[in-house]
């Protein structure tokens, strides 16, 4: 086990509040709370494809943090009135 396994493992056990906030929390807290599981994710991705030392797994961690982006955008766009 590598440190960047660690790291991986310790940030995704980091999910744990954020599912709590998302579930029981306001609207708006709900959704910076799944913009920081989109972000969290990322790093996780980061970590694993670094650990595993495989160069093509980074594709999945860039894919992700771009849809994260874009997923905010429309948050932000589409439930701004509502929110």
């Known amino acids: 086990m590598t440190a960047f396994m660690w790291a ?3 940030l995704f056990a980091c999910f744990v509040p954020l ?4 579930v029981l929390g306001r609207e708006i807290d709900g959704v910076v709370a ?4 989109g972000t969290l994710t990322t ?6 494809a670094q650990a ?3 160069t093509s797994y980074f594709t999945l961690p ?3 943090a771009a849809t994260t982006w874009i997923g905010g955008l429309v948050f932000a766009r589409f439930f701004g009135r509502v929110l």
């Not at 599912?19 to 998302?22: A, C, F, N």
Request: hydrophobic share 70%; with cysteine.
């Open 43 to 48: 790093l996780v991705l980061i970590c694993l």
């Open 62 to 64: 860039v894919v992700c």
């Open 8 to 10: 991986a493992f310790g």
């Open 19 to 22: 599912v709590l906030v998302v």
């Open 34 to 37: 799944l913009e920081l599981c």
């Open 52 to 54: 595993f030392g495989r």
